[in-house]
C-alpha cells in the first residue's frame, strides 16, 4: 500500500470527518509524502521503517503517549484521535505525515483492511456472538463446510486453525489489524471461508469494523463481562452484540432465547434474512426434538432436525444438552449456505472440540475422562448440567482457580463443585503471582457450605492421577479449568501441561 493511497483510503472512509483545526484532509496528509507502507502497528514497540502507527486509546494507557517512540522507530505516518498531540507532533516531526480523525480503532480496522488487501473481501466469514456456546459452534460449523469441500478456518479463544496452520490468541477476536493479518494469511494458504467469534468487546472496539459477514449469528445472551473496563451494564453489552447484525447478509439466530426478539428487530431494520432455531419455539425455521444421550464407546448426543420440509437425525460426538444447541445452530447454518444434510451429519458425527467438553481418548481408561475450559460459576454449573444427563454413577471433578483473580469465582466454583460432583478434587490451576494455599483456602469456603465430598491434591498431573485410580466403570471424570490451554503459569513462569498427555502419561508411568 502506497501512503498517498492512505490519504484516499480515509477521506473516503471518514468523508465527513474532515481534520478538526479545518485542514484538507488528502492536501494536509499528502503534501511531499511518497514511497510504501510496510507495516501497520498500535503497539510503538512493533513500529519498523515505512510503518503507520495508529495510537489507539486503550484500557491501560494512551497510544498518543508514545508517539514520539513511534516516530523514533521509523513511522512514515501517524493516525491519532487527539487533536492538541495531533497539533503539537505535526509541528515537532516535519518528515512524518500526521492524520487526525475522530475514531483511531475505526481507522486502525480501515487501515489493516487495505494494507492486507481487503483479504476478507475474498472471503465468505460467518460471525459468532453470543454469552456462550461461540467456540463450541465454530468448531462444528467449521467441520461441517470442510466436510463439504469448502476449506474453512477458525478464528476464536482457542486460537487460530486453517488446516495444519495454528496461531495462539490472546483475544476471542483479534484487534483490526491482527485479524486482517489473519484473514490474509488464511487466504494465501487457500482458505474459502472463515468462521470466527465475535466477542461483544470487539463490536465495541471496533476490531470488525468495515468487515461484511456472509452470516452473522446469535447463539444467546446472559449477563457477563459488565464493569468497569467492558460493558456499563446489560442494555450495553445486548447493544454491542446486536451490531453484527448491521454488518451481515444473512442472520441464524436462537430464538428460544429471551432476547432474540430484539436482534430480530435489528436484522428487520437493516434488511437482513434470518433463519432461526430453537428446541422450545414452535415456529422456529429448524427445530431440535426427541433428545437422547448415552454412552456407547464414548459420551453421545442424538436429536432430530425438524423443519416444514425436513426431518432428519443427528449423532453429535460432543456431550450434553448445549450440544444439541450449538449442533442444530451449526447445522442451520451451513443449511442457510447450503450445505446438504449427508455432509452434516457425517461431520457432527465425528466432531470434536478442543477444551469444550473435549473426550480424551485412551483404551485404558474405565471411565469417560472430559477435559473443559470451565472456570467460573456459569461455565461449571453447565459442564455438570450436561454431563449429568448421561445418569453417571459418580462425577469426580479435578478443579482448581487462577490466582491474581476475584476471590468470589473461586467461592462460586467451590460451592458448585460441592453441590454437584460426587468426589472433588481440588488442585492447581495458574497461581500466577498468589501463593496456592491461599487459592485453595477460597475454595474451602465455598465447598464447605456443601456436604460435598473432597481431597486436596496440589499437584495437577497427581491429582488428576487420582482421580483416573479412583474412577470406576459407569463414573465421569471432569477435568475443569483449562480446556485448551497447554501450559501451567506460576509466579511468570510457563510450564507446559496438556492433560491430553497427562491422561495418556498414566499408563505409561
Known amino acids: 500500500m502506497k501512503l498517498k493511497n492512505l490519504c484516499e483510503i480515509l477521506t473516503e472512509e471518514f468523508a465527513e470527518k474532515q481534520l478538526r483545526d479545518g485542514a484538507n484532509l488528502t492536501t494536509m496528509s499528502c503534501d511531499g509524502i ?3 507502507v510496510t507495516g501497520v502497528a498500535f503497539d510503538s514497540r512493533e513500529v519498523k521503517d515505512g510503518y503507520i502507527f495508529v495510537a489507539i486509546t486503550g484500557v491501560v494507557t494512551d497510544g498518543h503517549l508514545y508517539i514520539p517512540k513511534a516516530v523514533e522507530n521509523g513511522a512514515l505516518a501517524v493516525i491519532c484521535e487527539n ?5 503539537q507532533y505535526k509541528e515537532q516531526y516535519k518528515n512524518v505525515s500526521f492524520f487526525l480523525v475522530k475514531n483511531a480503532r475505526r481507522a486502525l480496522a480501515i487501515v489493516s483492511k487495505h494494507f492486507y488487501d481487503c483479504a476478507c473481501e475474498k472471503l465468505s466469514i460467518i460471525g459468532i456472538t453470543g454469552t456462550k456456546g461461540k467456540t463450541s459452534t465454530s468448531f462444528m460449523i467449521s467441520k461441517i463446510l470442510n466436510e463439504a469441500g469448502m476449506r474453512c478456518g477458525i478464528i476464536g479463544t482457542t486460537g487460530a486453525y486453517f488446516e495444519d496452520y495454528f496461531e495462539e490468541m490472546s483475544h476471542s477476536t483479534p484487534e483490526s489489524r491482527d485479524l486482517h493479518a489473519l484473514f490474509a494469511k488464511m487466504l ?4 474459502t471461508h472463515i468462521v470466527m467469534e465475535v466477542s461483544s468487546q470487539a463490536l465495541m472496539m471496533y476490531r470488525v469494523y468495515g468487515i461484511e459477514f456472509e452470516v452473522g449469528v446469535f447463539t444467546n445472551i446472559s449477563p457477563d463481562h459488565i464493569g468497569e473496563g467492558e460493558h456499563s451494564d446489560f442494555d450495553d453489552y445486548l447493544y454491542c452484540k446486536s451490531k453484527l447484525f448491521t454488518m451481515c447478509k444473512k442472520a441464524v439466530i436462537n430464538a428460544d432465547s429471551d432476547k432474540a426478539q430484539y436482534v430480530l428487530d435489528v436484522c428487520k431494520e437493516y434488511d437482513v434474512p434470518v433463519t432461526t432455531y430453537g428446541c422450545e419455539t414452535e415456529n422456529a425455521t429448524y427445530r431440535a426434538e426427541n433428545e437422547s444421550f448415552y454412552i456407547d464407546g464414548g459420551m453421545k448426543t442424538h436429536f432430530d432436525v425438524i423443519s416444514d420440509d425436513v426431518k432428519e437425525s443427528v449423532e453429535v460426538s460432543v456431550p450434553g ?10 447445522a442451520s447454518v451451513a443449511l442457510t449456505l447450503g450445505v446438504g444434510f449427508d455432509h452434516i451429519k457425517k ?7 478442543i477444551g469444550r467438553i473435549e473426550p480424551v481418548e485412551h483404551p485404558g481408561l474405565k471411565a469417560p475422562v472430559i477435559i473443559d475450559y470451565a472456570h467460573n460459576a456459569m461455565s461449571m454449573e453447565s459442564l455438570f448440567s450436561a454431563v449429568k444427563a448421561y445418569n453417571p454413577k459418580r462425577i469426580i471433578c479435578v478443579f482448581g482457580c487462577g490466582g491474581n483473580r476475584s476471590k468470589l469465582r473461586r467461592y ?4 458448585i463443585s460441592g453441590k454437584y460432583a460426587d468426589l472433588s478434587i481440588i488442585t492447581a490451576d495458574n497461581s500466577r503471582f498468589e ?11 465455598g465447598i464447605g457450605k456443601t456436604d460435598g465430598k473432597y481431597e486436596i491434591v496440589k499437584d495437577r498431573r497427581d491429582a488428576i492421577y487420582r482421580a483416573i485410580d479412583l474412577s470406576r466403570e459407569g463414573d465421569i471424570v471432569l477435568l475443569a479449568g483449562k ?11 510457563k510450564t507446559h501441561f496438556d492433560e491430553r498427555e497427562v491422561v495418556s502419561d498414566y499408563f505409561i508411568r
Open 483 to 493: 480446556g485448551q490451554e497447554t501450559y501451567l503459569d506460576v509466579k511468570g513462569v
Open 435 to 445: 501463593e496456592l494455599d491461599d487459592i485453595i483456602a477460597d475454595i474451602l469456603i
Open 321 to 330: 444438552k448445549f450440544s444439541v444447541f450449538n449442533a442444530l445452530c451449526a
Open 412 to 415: 462460586e466454583m467451590g460451592e
Open 34 to 36: 511518497f514511497g510504501d
Open 188 to 191: 494465501s494458504l487457500g482458505a
Open 347 to 353: 461431520a457432527l458425527n465425528n466432531v470434536k472440540v
Open 83 to 87: 487533536a492538541e498531540m495531533y497539533r
